[in-house]
């Protein structure tokens, strides 16, 4: 089993070797993975060839200084919290050197202990800042669990075999139809991993040009294209240590599956317009609804990077063939709408109920969330009721443009949000769904995003 990655990545930065190999022992005691440079530009080349969590920084090098430094630090990693390091005499510059972008400072001779909170509290300042761009960019239910959980013997199986495979380092594909919680099951894998405690990191693939593709997922350098204003590490910087989940594999375009190829085998990339090469201890999860091998077939996948990502394959039902869990998805999103929209509807009739099983879900757990969501705003007493449900002939989306008129309760922003989550619960594809709306994929991937669908 891989053994728990609870410590985070930390560069020491002096020129004082005694005190290098002090702070590296204290910090690797403590569960840390430690780099040291003794001096500026030893500093700058690791940090622009690695990614770390927090700096130990010392105020004066023999080339260099704090304050001199700081800048080219700030634009090569604006995530790394820096920390100085310095004499009784030079406080007053370690202020200037806060002032400057440094987030705290130590003062030496500094105990072991002193030095342990200092990393840990950087640290956890850190993992919060990933945790909060992760929530912002989550776009899954808060009724996750439940879909964790399975009546179904098939699920069951699959979940049992997540649970099994989370605890080793292999790449796994996550297969299923649109809708069925391929993300759910991602997040799962990364919590239950010994890389829970680092970053789960996700980058949806559908809607992004080849540059935009790259930039995302391994960031750029300023100027590298027109918009890149400021240094960007990309996602699998984001994720070093933790988990890297790529949603709609099938989609990346064929130009940049070579470099994804590599980074799978070498774990080496090199960031737009950057010629430095960067190192990412990545786990990584693909999901997709596409068939991989017949895209091998037409030459719009890479056989090679199927065979990469294919080490351990999990293939999600669709909600139609595990329908003894409907009724627990059914009334956990009723209750996460309650609270969110107030409505009337406190819990279903056996009517009702009964449609809901009886439906054949093209669009899945999605779509069951969507027809959900829009009953809970529009059902009239304290049951849902059939009549609420909008479930016609061909799913939710036709009977969607008849069942959420106008009304004085709901802004255009909200209709539109309605619109487009009924149409991705019955398309087959993001493509699909975008052609049906008008629009091309990438404004329907700005929409998801701007909605939180």
């Known amino acids: 089993m891989t053994a728990e990655k609870t410590g985070g990545r930390v560069l020491v930065v002096d020129d004082e070797a005694p005190l290098l ?41 023999g080339d260099t200084t704090a304050l001199e430094l700081l800048p080219a630090i700030r634009t090569a990693a604006p995530w790394l919290r820096v920390v100085i390091v310095t004499a009784h005499s030079s406080v007053d ?15 030496k001779p500094c105990s072991p202990e002193q030095l342990r909170i200092a990393a840990a509290t950087q640290l956890h300042a850190r993992r919060l800042d990933l945790r909060l761009e992760e929530l912002e960019r989550q776009t899954g239910s808060s009724n996750d669990s439940a879909q964790l959980e399975s009546r179904s013997p098939a699920m069951a199986e699959l979940l049992d075999t997540a649970r099994q495979v989370a605890a080793s380092d292999a790449n796994i594909l996550v297969l299923g139809e649109s809708g069925t919680g391929k993300g759910v099951i991602a997040r799962a894998i ?23 593709f790259e930039s995302e997922l391994f960031g750029h350098k300023k100027g590298a294209f027109t918009g890149a204003v400021a240094n960007s590490p990309g996602r699998v910087a984001q994720a070093d240590g ?29 960031s737009l317009g950057d010629p430095v090469t960067r190192q990412a201890d990545v ?35 669709p909600l139609r063939d595990r329908i003894e869990d409907l009724p627990a998805f059914a009334n956990g999103f009723l209750d996460e709408f309650i609270r969110i929209h107030r409505g009337r509807g406190r819990g279903f009739s056996e009517a009702a109920m009964d449609a809901l099983c009886r439906h054949r879900w093209p669009g899945n757990i999605r779509e069951l969330r969507n027809v959900i969501e829009r009953a809970s705003i529009l059902c009239r007493g304290e049951l849902i009721e059939p009549r609420d449900l909008a479930l016609g002939e061909a799913g939710g989306a036709a009977a969607a443009s008849t069942a959420a008129r106008p009304t ?25 769904a975008a052609k049906q709306l008008g629009i091309d994929a990438s404004t329907l991937y700005r929409k998801r995003k701007q909605y939180g669908i």
Not at 190 to 203: C, K, L
Not at 408 to 432: D, K, N, P, Q, Y
Request: aromatic letters at 6%; one cysteine or more.
């Open 21 to 61: 190999k002090t702070f590296r022992y204290c910090l690797e005691d403590d569960g840390h993975t430690v780099a040291t440079a003794a001096s500026g530009e030893q500093a700058m080349a690791l940090i622009r060839s690695r990614v770390f969590d927090v700096c130990l920084l010392d105020l004066t090098l």
């Open 190 to 212: 990364h919590r239950w991993s010994a890389r829970h405690a680092a970053p789960f990191i996700t980058i949806n693939s559908p809607g992004l040009s080849g540059e935009l």
């Open 283 to 317: 786990r990584l999860v693909a999901a997709t609804n596409r068939d991989l091998h017949g895209m091998v077939k037409t030459g719009t996948f890479r056989e090679d990077l199927l065979y990469r990502l294919d080490v351990i394959r999990l293939h999600l039902p």
């Open 93 to 107: 510059t370690a202020v200037q050197a806060m002032r400057a972008g440094a987030v705290d400072y130590l003062v």
């Open 408 to 432: 004085g309760a709901m802004s255009l922003a909200a209709l539109e949000r309605e619109h487009i989550l009924a149409v991705l619960g019955e398309a087959e594809t993001l493509e699909v």
């Open 242 to 270: 933790g988990t890297l989940f790529l949603d709609e594999i099938g989609e990346v375009p064929i130009g940049l599956q070579a470099k994804l190829l590599r980074f799978l085998q070498d774990k080496q990339f090199e």
